[in-house]
């Protein structure tokens, strides 16, 4: 089958849609309740304590596990070359303004590979896992993930490896998100789509409800690049009202 022979999907994925806006939303109160520790309006450890310590995984595993499902609905029965390269630009070029902008916000932390540098990289990555049979990409997920608990190697220290993720010394950032071990959650993305047959289910056109609540997924790129900025700017004025 390729994709010339599926039908043409009448509506959306409602489900997918809500289940990003689902991350979106968690994701703007993690990094609420970031910036306020950061800013001393909490405690400075709070997103160090277990639950925020995991509450960031799981937005992060779940931003790369509905990446792999895109993009085998996108291209799993033919990759359409140009849509693909447009996408990766975008997120490609989102990654390079959060390396550049944390340069001079987080000095000392400076993020060179973190979530959307991850999004990119396993999306090209994930074209190879197009190709395999499911069980086999599941299984790769499956490793890649348990390989975050191996060994570790001192060779691979320096700042151009960082994006593998097993260094002996965990680099200094404010966001780091190697490919061990997530690529893992985008690469089992990929292989529940393709087993569950996702690119068959029925689209549907969405309520004007639903189109609402849906918004920040279908928009989670440039949600993700504005919101600090936002959130930082509310802050700021919310000081400098209070203490004027």
Avoid: N
């Avoid at 085998?72 to 990766?88: E, S």
């Avoid at 949600?223 to 919310?238: D, K, N, S, T």
Wanted: proline content about 8%; some cysteine; charged content about 10%.
């Amino acid at each position: 089958m390729t994709a010339a022979d599926l039908p043409p999907r009448a509506g959306r994925l409602i489900p997918l849609d809500l289940a990003r806006t689902l991350a979106v939303v968690c994701m703007v109160i993690f990094h609420f309740t970031f910036d306020l520790a950061l800013l001393g309006l909490i405690d400075p450890g709070t997103t160090s304590q277990p639950f925020w310590y995991y509450f960031a995984r799981m937005i992060a595993g779940s931003f790369l596990f509905l990446s792999g499902i895109s993009l085998w609905l996108a291209h799993g029965h033919g990759i359409r070359w140009p849509a693909f390269w447009t996408r990766f630009a975008k997120v490609a070029a989102g990654a390079a303004v959060v390396t550049i902008g944390s340069i001079w916000v987080v000095p000392g932390g400076t993020i060179w590979f973190g979530i959307l540098h991850a999004i990119a990289i396993t999306s090209l990555l994930g074209l190879i896992a197009l190709r395999l049979p499911w069980p086999v990409t599941l299984c790769l997920a499956v490793i890649i993930f348990a390989a975050a608990w191996g060994p570790r190697f001192p060779a691979l220290d320096p700042l151009w490896l960082v994006w593998i993720g097993l260094a002996e010394t965990r680099p200094m950032m404010g966001d780091y998100v190697p490919l061990v071990p997530w690529a893992g959650p985008a690469l089992a993305g990929i292989a529940l789509a393709r087993a569950v047959g996702i690119e068959l289910w029925p689209g549907r056109m969405p309520s004007r409800l639903t189109h609402r609540l849906t918004f920040p997924g279908r928009h989670s790129l440039i949600i993700y690049l504005v919101h600090q900025p936002i959130l930082f700017g509310l802050f700021y004025a919310w000081f400098w009202v209070t203490r004027a």
